[in-house]
């Protein structure tokens, strides 16, 4: 649905708070937009998203290579903050030497510690995935008693940009 929808009752504030609905969360953030145009207090707006859905995707196989690679990126920068706190105490023409010590430290034990932790995991868990949490609807709900204001200056709104 491109336009708003008929504000639905709120029982969690008991009051017909809900300017208006949509089925994206840019449609909505762009009536918001368009109430800021108007000058309309959009501080006391929230958008709030439900019908909310998991989506994992899966970015490939996490093979002992790629743990260990992993584990060894983030033991390089372990190894990069361990050896700037030790080179605060070793001397000026140390420092260089001491951070290129603590970094390749680093990275190997964290290599052997990515690889370690892959192995630990159940069969089947080898994947690598990204998850994000997607809504399903949006609504624009007016805070402190403004919802019917903010509906009538989005209905003003709508009719300068039709």
Partial sequence: MTGPMAPRYDPAFLAWNTVAGYDS???ARAAVDRLAAQDFPV????IVGSDVL???RVAGKVTRGRAALAGASQGVWTGLFA???LSLFAGSSAVAVTML???IVGAGVGAA???AARSKQRPGRGIATARTFVAG???IVARDGFAEQAREALR????VTV
């Fill in 83 to 85: 050896g700037l706190l």
């Fill in 54 to 56: 998991v989506v994992d």
């Fill in 25 to 27: 969360y840019d449609a």
């Fill in 156 to 159: 003003r709104a709508d009719a």
């Fill in 43 to 46: 501080e006391h707006l929230d």
């Fill in 113 to 115: 510690l990515g690889t």
């Fill in 137 to 139: 609807h949006y609504d």
């Fill in 101 to 103: 010590v603590a970094m």
